[in-house]
């Protein structure tokens, strides 16, 4: 099984939709992470979660909003999708404990808004 | 605030020539640097990551990167190209006192052409 997981792999759904994309990991990291990914754009970082009690906005968090309702599960809720949020969604995971970690990713989510 | 520039959106080299893809970044005090591999249709694989001592690393599947401070630069390298080697490729900067998230590049695309 996979350290980080992603669910759904792949989703369509349409404009004006409430989605959820959910995360879960085996690594017993306290650090997690939403970056989506666009061509040309690389990956940019939408929220993060130091610990359960701790959510933070990354560079373009808007639109989305994100729970951490275990150390192990952080999902990512987009309240109404639009067509510009189609993109390949990535949940990564890094231990603030250990040094020189780094962080690892899940297979992703590829998200179409019709 | 970090940055990180990938200047070559396509690379194309034949197989068995040697390969360096370029990477500079913006960061006051010394970050933590790393290079990611995406194949088509997968997930981030970490090939290496730099946080402090020898500038020359090495990392999985024969690449090794340098960094070099006063360019801002951690090029990837590899001396002989295979055809999987065919994948995006993502440089990102990182630091302790930004909770180790990530900033990416935009990615390089790497053709090998036999």
């Known amino acids: 099984d996979a350290d980080v997981t992603q669910t759904p792999r792949n989703r369509i759904t349409k404009t004006g939709k409430r989605i959820m994309l959910e995360c879960s990991q085996t690594k017993g990291h306290d650090r997690m992470y939403w970056y989506r990914q666009d061509p040309g754009l690389g990956l940019r970082l939408i929220y993060y979660s130091f610990d359960v009690k701790d959510i933070n906005k990354g560079e373009i968090s808007d639109g989305y909003s994100v729970s951490r309702q275990a150390q192990a599960k952080f999902s990512l809720s987009l309240e109404s999708a639009i067509p510009n949020q189609t993109a390949l969604y990535f949940c990564a995971t890094s231990d603030s404990g250990t040094v020189n970690t780094e962080a690892f990713f899940g297979q992703g989510t590829r998200l179409t808004v019709v | 605030a970090q940055s990180v520039t990938q200047p070559d959106i396509h690379i194309t080299v034949s197989e068995g020539a040697s390969l360096e893809l370029r990477c500079n970044y913006s960061?006051?005090?010394?970050?933590?640097l790393f290079w990611y591999v995406q194949s088509p249709g997968q997930g981030l694989q970490l090939l290496l990551k730099?946080?402090?001592?020898?500038?020359l690393v090495q990392g999985i599947k024969g690449f090794e990167a340098e960094f070099k401070r006063s360019q801002s630069s951690f090029n990837l390298r590899k001396p002989s190209v295979h055809w999987s080697d065919a994948a995006e490729y993502f440089c990102a900067v990182g630091a302790r006192e930004y909770g180790n998230k990530l900033v990416f590049g935009a990615g390089t695309i790497l053709r090998v052409k036999s």
């Open positions: 960061y006051g005090a010394t970050p933590y």
């Open positions: 730099y946080f402090s001592g020898d500038t």
